[in-house]
């Protein structure tokens, strides 16, 4: 009944979202990777380029650095093409709609794999439906499962993985780790930084089983060795590195190790701290759960009863100062890029540290609740150890690059939830109000999010309608995601990016070359319109992706001999 209940939820917001439009360029460049890989007969991966022809040395390439890669003369989306690839499939059977089809199956599959891990937990039904709430709908999980990005096909791929190795871990059956192993491995094929992901989950079993740790060890890294070779060679013949470009700029192309360890403070916060433009601030309100995190205490019942209430009240502090930044004057989205840690937007994860301390009992299962934290701390330490600086930061709602906890810790704060209204003394209603509390907000949170993610869908699709409909063939921008936002036009326009002045008088001159009469220059708008604007697109208040269209002259190119010279739109 939960499961089902989440999926009609997730149904109910993909038919109200505007399907045509996007969240960032993120999903707006994978866009561009399904339609070139359908042209391309499966064969080719490049992305066609109209404006090509013109720039052969990609000096004005629509998707700076580090959104591409050029390779021999051909221009490549940076990110790698499984997940496009996979999408082209829905996306010619049901249109526009087939894009989101991967993200909402995969996360009600994901979540009944959180359910089947619940039970491999010794969780009755209750709980199970419990965590099945707590995680798809008090958590960013909801938000990823109705947008189009590969982050919840991949955490479901972990989360069946992580079932498997709690089924080896009770009974030792290697089939069950082989299973788990290739699971684990097949998420890389959506998201790279997940092969850290499959050394933690072994380390983790490895350090739990009970003998036989060198075979488990060589049968895991077998399947997961097998399970990936595929994806090594798609690449190799997709991209012609087995490893792709995405892995190679934010990992292999690091700096050194100094200037690695130097931005591991600022990531860490980034990661598990940030909640608003006050970094003191900020950490004083992850205080509570990075604590809890840390410790994952069990509490005797007396001050389970006390502590739990203070804990989601301080849960619901934070989360309501780390939010109000979303409903003050000011930009929602420059405010998210400050704010969106792993904690913030999903108060009701402080449930999850806040066990009741049980005897222990011959045979049963509490051990492996213990084990499923270690692993998402564990997991949690390494990211943040290994990740470079730069891409902890971004538009997303809470933690995308750590989406893969938000599951396993919504499962045992589910479980925490249920034991600590039965152990609360005749469901006494000032410590029930504190629990109901801290999920109505972590709910109305993830409301929140999908406002955004509405609003933000209908600007993209404005724009990409205002840009279908004007004549001119070349566009250029000095605003660097417009080119890709303009997704729709993107291979039947010639678009260039041209951030100076310089830059967009050498591009002018070759327009004129080319024999282009005129162009779209597309701008952030000023406060009056310009004499040459034709449209203005504001963004709802979002304060980041207003735009303005002006029409601009490409001067006539030097005849040496006087003679007319052939112009175009």
């Known amino acids: 009944m939960s499961i089902a209940a989440v999926a009609a939820v997730y149904v109910a917001t993909l038919c109200l979202l505007e399907k045509r439009g996007f969240w960032v360029v993120d999903n707006a460049n994978k866009f561009l990777q399904v339609q070139a890989i359908i042209g391309g007969g499966y064969r080719e991966y490049s992305l066609p380029w109209p404006g090509a022809k013109l720039d052969p040395q990609f000096q004005f390439n629509p998707l700076p650095s580090p959104f591409s890669a050029v390779r021999n003369g051909k221009l490549y989306s940076i990110f790698p093409p499984f997940f496009a690839a996979a999408s082209t499939l829905p996306y010619r059977a049901f249109g526009v709609w087939g894009l989101y089809v991967l993200p909402a199956v995969c996360g009600v599959v994901m979540l009944a794999g959180l359910a089947r891990l619940a039970g491999l937990l010794g969780f009755g039904p209750p709980a199970r439906h419990a965590a099945v709430l707590v995680a798809g709908l008090c958590t960013p999980v909801w938000f990823y499962s109705v947008t189009f990005w590969e982050h919840v096909p991949a955490v479901c791929l972990c989360v069946w993985a992580v079932c498997g190795y709690v089924r080896f871990l009770r009974g030792g059956s290697l089939r069950h780790l082989i299973a788990g192993s290739a699971a684990a491995a097949f998420g890389v094929y959506f998201r790279d930084e997940l092969y850290l992901f499959c050394l933690v989950l072994l380390a983790a079993a490895l350090l739990y089983a009970r003998g036989r740790r060198t075979k488990a060890a060589l049968a895991a890294l077998g399947a997961?060795?097998?399970?990936?070779?595929?994806?090594?060679?798609?690449?190799?013949?997709?991209?012609?590195?087995?490893?792709?470009?995405?892995?190679?700029?934010?990992?292999?192309?690091?700096?050194?190790?100094?200037?690695?360890?130097?931005?591991?403070?600022?990531?860490?916060?980034?990661?598990?701290?940030?909640?608003?433009?006050?970094?003191?601030?900020?950490?004083?309100?992850?205080?509570?759960?990075?604590?809890?995190?840390?410790?994952?205490?069990?509490?005797?019942?007396?001050?389970?009863?006390?502590?739990?209430?203070?804990?989601?009240?301080?849960?619901?502090?934070?989360?309501?100062?780390?939010?109000?930044?979303?409903?003050?004057?000011?930009?929602?989205?420059?405010?998210?890029?400050?704010?969106?840690?792993?904690?913030?937007?999903?108060?009701?994860?402080?449930?999850?540290?806040?066990?009741?301390?049980?005897?222990?009992?011959?045979?049963?299962?509490?051990?492996?609740?213990?084990?499923?934290?270690?692993?998402?701390?564990?997991?949690?330490?390494?990211?943040?150890?290994?990740?470079?600086?730069?891409?902890?930061?971004?538009?997303?709602?809470g933690n995308r690059f750590l989406l893969v906890l938000y599951p396993l810790l919504?499962?045992?704060?589910?479980?925490?939830?249920?034991?600590?209204?039965?152990?609360?003394?005749?469901?006494?209603?000032?410590?029930?109000?504190?629990?109901?509390?801290?999920?109505?907000?972590?709910?109305?949170?993830?409301?929140?999010?999908?406002?955004?993610?509405?609003?933000?869908?209908?600007?993209?699709?404005?724009?990409n309608e205002a840009i279908r409909k004007r004549p001119e063939g070349a566009v250029i921008s000095r605003v660097w995601w417009a080119p890709q936002e303009m997704f729709s036009c993107f291979y039947t326009k010639s678009m260039f990016f041209a951030p100076t002045p310089e830059d967009y008088g050498v591009l002018l001159g070759r327009l004129s070359l080319a024999g282009y009469r005129r162009h779209l220059f597309v701008d952030g708008p000023f406060a009056q319109p310009r004499p040459r604007s034709v449209a203005r697109l504001p963004d709802d208040g979002l304060g980041a992706y207003s735009l303005e269209f002006l029409v601009g002259e490409v001067p006539p190119p030097a005849s040496p001999n006087g003679g007319a010279v052939r112009r175009q739109e």
């Open 224 to 397: 997961m060795a097998v399970s990936i070779v595929p994806l090594w060679l798609f690449q190799w013949q997709a991209l012609g590195s087995p490893f792709g470009f995405h892995l190679g700029t934010h990992a292999l192309g690091a700096g050194g190790l100094l200037e690695h360890l130097a931005a591991r403070p600022m990531a860490a916060y980034m990661l598990f701290a940030a909640a608003g433009s006050s970094v003191g601030l900020s950490v004083v309100l992850a205080a509570p759960f990075l604590a809890g995190f840390l410790i994952n205490p069990r509490l005797p019942r007396r001050a389970h009863g006390v502590v739990v209430p203070l804990a989601c009240l301080a849960a619901v502090a934070s989360a309501a100062l780390a939010l109000k930044g979303y409903y003050t004057p000011g930009s929602p989205i420059e405010w998210m890029l400050l704010s969106n840690s792993l904690f913030t937007g999903a108060p009701v994860l402080i449930l999850a540290f806040l066990g009741l301390k049980r005897p222990p009992q011959a045979g049963g299962t509490g051990w492996l609740s213990k084990w499923v934290w270690g692993l998402a701390l564990g997991y949690a330490v390494v990211y943040a150890l290994a990740t470079p600086g730069r891409p902890t930061t971004g538009v997303h709602w």
């Open 410 to 463: 919504g499962l045992l704060a589910g479980a925490n939830l249920l034991e600590a209204l039965g152990s609360f003394k005749q469901l006494a209603r000032r410590p029930v109000a504190a629990v109901a509390l801290v999920v109505l907000v972590s709910l109305a949170a993830q409301a929140n999010s999908i406002r955004l993610l509405a609003k933000k869908k209908q600007v993209s699709f404005r724009l």
